[in-house]
């Protein structure tokens, strides 16, 4: 079964409107849009040789203080500012510091060009923006309409806007709203099943006038393709969590799979639902892999490849769509250290870093066992002398699979967080219900409660953004911006003291990552620049969150968080032999601990 939608493009739209409105001889005319920068020149031309006396401003309405900013930047390059000074609008129904975060990357971009950057919020509670360089400066209004979020709060929610001759002449929903809007429409018109699961797998596919803006900062990008992938894929989570009156947020909710593939489309807005099935295979199998210089995500079939012919794997369970879930070392939970990665499938220098430490750490750590106990008495203890080290590669394989695919049918550096979770629609910690699947690895590995867990994480390595249920990401509001390799120890009551040594243990030797470093200080400048959150305590260079728990399957678990959702190249190499030495360093600290 499938359902099919068409909208209006906003060029359509905004020419309906003039025309509506009588427009006859304007002299200026400020519009703002949804669509992407070849749309946007097209209505540009368009109301141009309509009205050839006219001044004609076509603008984005996402983001649009950056918007502003951005073809300054080439004029500031050769005369920079000073210092760069920004009043942001403080709204009802809105984040208190949202304008503030829709403003980055202002301070990056002022950073780089030797000024200065501060921001104070504005008190008269207009929804504009004011900044001001050196002595110029500039009103920036921001287009907004009243709306509420999928989980009923009320909300600010971008929109579409026409301005003639300094007047507001109309608000209309662009293409993204009415592509969010149909889609939230037919979810509530189905006559969706009383329990979870809902579906098997749900597929969206939505065409519209948008294309990626790079803005000159790290990996930042105006894309509102990706942008509207995540609001389908957390929109339904929600959606579906509010009907199974769950919690909104809840990671145990078992939905189904949804698949949102969002691509551009010049003079095309579309929409399509259907369900679909998807089957467990892999692929052929991939070429071997040099997995200590990689810098990209491997693919599946690359990633199997090495599962398969790496020493002392065997797979111990399977994913729910019948992938097998590999475990590396001493299955039985005997390992003092248990290393898991690709729990969030999109997350992948963790997967390298992981696979890393099967082929380099244990078989250096058997070449050490056997020199100190005879490969004759090895050979007759066996499985029964567990050894030190546990690995899963990778946990949640379904997800690595729909990775992969999502990574081939929209561009490769989107976040792809439909790939995170499970085929299930759940996170594989919080299952606690058979079937395990994907879970089961992990809890047969803490069957006797390893003394340290290296839970291998990534995050967004650039802007994450909900503009059209409040903007900042609901129940990820720590995670919107990009801060560097940050570090999470979580630890039972009793072992506050010792998770700070480890801390203190594992920063000392990331510290003698130049790169890093320098990697954690810029994005930390940054960050702190637009938000006053300070969730984490910077130890040795690196940005770290302490959490006391008594559910904890052993003493310590320790989280590691790159930005890796995007990267390739340096950054992502960067990245996966960052992982790899938290658990050179975990697995050290561990070894030295038990000497004394």
Not at 34 to 51: I, K, M, T, Y
Not at 78 to 101: C, I, N, S
Not at 257 to 286: K, N
């Amino acid at each position: 079964m499938a359902w099919a939608w068409h909208g209006t493009t906003d060029r359509a739209h905004v020419n309906a409107l003039l025309s509506a409105e009588e427009v006859t001889d304007p002299r200026t005319l400020d519009i703002w849009v949804s669509e992407g920068p070849r749309g946007r020149a097209a209505l540009h031309a368009e109301l141009q040789a309509r009205w050839p006396d006219c001044a004609v401003r076509v603008m984005s309405c996402y983001k649009p203080l950056v918007n502003f900013v951005l073809p300054q930047l080439e004029g500031w390059r050769k005369q920079p500012p000073r210092h760069l000074h920004l009043r942001y609008p403080v709204l009802p129904d809105a984040h208190l510091e949202r304008f503030l975060l829709e403003a980055y990357p202002l301070a990056g971009w002022a950073a780089s060009l030797g000024g200065r950057f501060t921001a104070e919020p504005r008190k008269d509670a207009l929804p504009e923006y004011e900044l001001r360089a050196d002595g110029e400066r500039f009103q920036i209004p921001v287009p907004l309409r009243e709306g509420h979020a999928v989980t009923g709060e009320p909300i600010q929610r971008m929109t579409g806007r026409i301005i003639v001759d300094g007047a507001l002449t109309a608000d209309f929903p662009t293409a993204f709203e009415q592509l969010w809007d149909a889609y939230h429409g037919w979810l509530k018109g189905q006559n969706w099943p009383r329990h979870a699961p809902y579906f098997g797998v749900l597929s969206v596919t939505a065409r519209f006038p948008a294309e990626r803006e790079t803005l000159h900062h790290d990996h930042e990008a105006l894309d509102l393709t990706e942008v509207l992938a995540e609001e389908l894929y957390f929109g339904t989570q929600e959606f579906f969590q509010r009907r199974a009156g769950v919690e909104v947020g809840s990671r145990t909710l078992q939905m189904g799979q949804v698949i949102p593939l969002v691509q551009a489309a010049p003079d095309e807005v579309t929409l399509e639902v259907r369900f679909d099935w998807h089957g467990g295979s892999v692929g052929a199998p991939g070429a071997p892999l040099d997995v200590h210089s990689l810098d990209r995500p491997p693919t599946p079939a690359e990633v199997q490849q090495c599962l398969e012919t790496l020493p002392e794997g065997q797979p111990v369970g399977h994913s729910a769509q019948g992938r097998p879930l590999w475990s590396f070392g001493s299955v039985q939970g005997r390992g003092r250290l248990l290393v898991t990665a690709g729990q969030h499938a999109n997350e992948s220098t963790g997967v390298v870093a992981a696979l890393r430490a099967v082929a380099e750490l244990r078989s250096q750590l058997g070449d050490q066992l056997r020199d100190q106990l005879g490969d004759q008495l090895r050979d007759q203890l066996g499985d029964q002398l567990g050894g030190p080290l546990t690995v899963i590669p990778l946990e949640n394989p379904d997800g690595y699979a729909l990775f992969h695919q999502l990574r081939q049918g929209q561009h490769p550096a989107h976040m792809h967080h439909a790939a995170r979770y499970t085929a299930l629609g759940d996170d594989l910690e919080y299952r606690r219900q058979p079937p395990l699947f994907e879970r089961a690895g992990r809890v047969r590995a803490c069957q006797d409660t390893p003394l340290l867990h290296v839970n291998l994480h990534g995050y967004p390595a650039h802007e994450w953004t909900r503009p059209l249920n409040g903007y900042v990401p609901q129940g990820f509001e720590a995670w919107t911006l990009p801060k560097g390799f940050c570090l999470i120890f979580r630890h039972r009551p009793e072992q506050a003291e010792t998770a700070e040594r480890l801390a203190g243990f594992v920063t000392r030797k990331l510290a003698h990552m130049p790169d890093l470093m320098a990697l954690n200080a810029r994005q930390l400048a940054v960050f702190e620049a637009h938000t006053s959150a300070r969730p984490y305590r910077v130890v040795n260079g690196t940005p770290c969150l302490f959490a006391e728990r008594d559910d904890l399957d052993c003493p310590i678990v320790l989280i590691t968080e790159y930005p890796d959702e995007t990267v390739t190249g340096p950054d992502f190499l960067l990245g996966q032999q960052a992982q790899f030495e938290v658990i050179r360093s975990a697995l050290a600290w561990l070894e030295e601990q038990i000497s004394t």
